[in-house]
C-alpha cells in the first residue's frame, strides 16, 4: 500500500513538473514581451521553468512541427503550407492572439525627414526611391534594411507597406531586431522597421500616412490603441492541441488582466 502512494506521490510529481517546463521560440517581436512574461510567470510560480528564444516567426513554427518547442511565437499568420505540414505531422495547431504591436519605420536621429508615405516607403524598399533628396532630404544615399525573409516582421511589412511587392535586390537582411536598430543608429543613410516596443533613442521613428499625405501619423502605443497609425498587427501564440493543458496555464497569465497590463508596460497594445 506504501508503495503504490509512493508511486502515485512521484507520478503527480512529473506531472506538475511537465506540466510548468516550457519552451517557447520564434518571433524576435514577440520576445522581449514573452521574456517579461516568463519572469514574472516564474517569480508568482516558485519551482516553474519557461525558457524562452527568438529566431523569427518561421523559427518557431518549424520548431513546433519538430516538437522542440511547446510554444510557437509568431508576428504574422500561420501560412497555409506551414498548416498543412502540421496537419501531415499528425499535429492539430491552435492559435492565440496574445497582443498587437505597431511597426515602426526608422531612421538614423540626424536624418532630417520625419514623414513618408506609405507610397515613398514602397518605391525606397523596393529601390525605386534611392537617394534622401527624392523625399525631402539631404543628397545622401538611402541605405534599406530589413528583416530575413524567416520573420513575421518582413512578412507583414512586405503586405501592409509594399502591398507585396517584392523588397529591391541586394536589400540588407537583418538576423534580429536589435540588429536593426543597430545597424539604423550607425549609418546616417539607414531605414529599416521595428516594432514599436525596441524603439530607442539612438533611432528616429518617423510619421507615416496612408492617405496619400493628408495625414502623418506617429507610431506610438496611443496611437496604435486609438488605431489611426496605420501599421499594427496582431501578435500569435501557437501550440499543439495535445499539449493544451500543459501550456494553458502559461498562456493564461498572458491574457489575463495581469498579463496583458504587463503587454502594456514593455510596449504593446493589450488585446482588450
Known sequence: MKKTILLAAMAACLCTTNAFSQKIKGSDTCLPLTQTEAENFMNKNKGTSVTVTGGGSGVGISALMEGTTDIAMSSRKMKFDEKVRLQEAKK?????????????????????????????????????IKNWKEVGGEDLKIVAYSRETSSGTYEFFKESVLKNKNYMNGILSMPATGAIIQSVSQTKGAIGYVGLAYINKDVKALHVSYDAGKSFIEPSLANAKNKTYPIVRPLFYYYEAKTERRVKPFIDYVLSTEGQAIVKNVGYIPIK
Request: glycine content about 2%.
Open 92 to 128: 492539430n495547431p491552435k492559435e492565440v492572439v496574445i497582443a498587437y504591436d505597431a511597426l515602426a519605420v526608422v531612421v538614423h536621429p540626424s536624418n532630417k525627414v520625419n514623414n513618408l508615405t506609405r507610397e515613398q516607403l514602397e518605391a525606397i524598399f523596393t529601390g525605386k
